[in-house]
C-alpha cells in the first residue's frame, strides 16, 4: 500500500527512488498483487450489479477466485506488452534504460488497478505516471515525453486506419463482383 501512495501522490521522488535497485522481481510482484486487485473490484462490482439487477447467480460468487487470479495474470501480460511498445518508442527518442521502463509501467500499475476502471479519469491517471516516470527515468524533456506518450497511440490509430480502409476496400470490391 506505500508503495502504491507514493507512485501515485509522488510519482516523480518515487521514480527517481526505484531505479536506485536492481531487478524486476519486486516491480513484477507488485504488478501481479495489483492485478489481484483489479480482479476483486471487478468480481466486486459484478455481484453487485448482479444483485441489483436482478441477474445474482450462485454461478458469479463461485467465478470470483477465477476473475481474481486472471486479473493477476492480466496485469502481468499488460505491463509486458506495455512496456515493450512503450520502449520501443522511448528507444526512438533515444532512451536506453530497459530496466527503467518495465519499473515504470509495473509500478503503474497498483494505482491503476484502483482507479483504472473508472472512465476516463484512469486513463488520465495512467498518462500522469507514464509521464511523471518517462520524465524522471529517462532524463527527458517535458516536450519529449508528451512526444513518447502520444507516439504509440497515433500509430495505433493510423494502423486502425489503415486495416479499416483496406477490409472496406476489400468488401466493396467483393459487393461490385
Same mark, same amino acid.
Not at 536506485?20 to 507488485?30: C, D, H, S, V, W
Not at 476473475?67 to 512503450?86: E, K, P, R
Given at each position: ?9 509522488? %510519482? ?8 536506485? *535497485? ?7 510482484? *507488485? ?6 486487485? /483489479? ?21 458469479? &460468487?463461485?467465478? !470470483? %477466485?477465477?476473475?481474481? =487470479?486472471?486479473?493477476?495474470?492480466? /496485469?502481468?501480460? /499488460?505491463? $509486458? ?6 520502449? =520501443? ?6 532512451? !536506453?534504460?530497459?530496466?527503467?521502463? +518495465?519499473?515504470?509501467?509495473?509500478? $503503474?500499475?497498483?494505482?491503476? +488497478?484502483?482507479?483504472?476502471?473508472? %472512465?476516463?479519469?484512469?486513463? @488520465? ?5 507514464? *509521464? ?12 519529449? $515525453? &508528451? @512526444?513518447?506518450?502520444? =507516439? %504509440?497511440?497515433? +500509430? ?17 470490391? /467483393?459487393?461490385?463482383?
Amino acid at each position: 500500500m506505500q508503495t502504491t501512495k507514493k507512485v501515485s501522490f509522488d %510519482p516523480v521522488e518515487f521514480y527517481r527512488l526505484s531505479d536506485r *535497485y536492481e531487478g524486476l522481481k519486486f516491480p513484477l510482484k *507488485y504488478t501481479f498483487v495489483s492485478g489481484l486487485i /483489479m480482479g476483486l473490484i471487478f468480481s466486486i462490482l459484478t455481484i453487485i450489479g448482479g444483485i441489483l439487477g436482478g441477474d445474482f447467480s450462485v454461478t458469479t &460468487i463461485i467465478s !470470483s %477466485p477465477v476473475t481474481i =487470479l486472471t486479473g493477476g495474470l492480466f /496485469m502481468v501480460s /499488460m505491463v $509486458a506488452s506495455t512496456t515493450l511498445i512503450q520502449h =520501443l518508442f522511448i528507444k526512438l527518442m533515444g532512451g !536506453s534504460n530497459w530496466r527503467g521502463t +518495465a519499473k515504470i509501467i509495473s509500478y $503503474a500499475s497498483g494505482p491503476t +488497478a484502483l482507479v483504472g476502471w473508472i %472512465p476516463l479519469l484512469g486513463q @488520465i491517471f495512467i498518462l500522469y505516471l507514464y *509521464y511523471n516516470g518517462i520524465k524522471t527515468v529517462h532524463g527527458f524533456s517535458k516536450k519529449k $515525453a &508528451i @512526444i513518447v506518450l502520444v =507516439l %504509440p497511440y497515433l +500509430a495505433i490509430g493510423i494502423l486502425i486506419v489503415l486495416v479499416s480502409v483496406l477490409l472496406g476496400g476489400l468488401l466493396f470490391s /467483393m459487393l461490385l463482383g
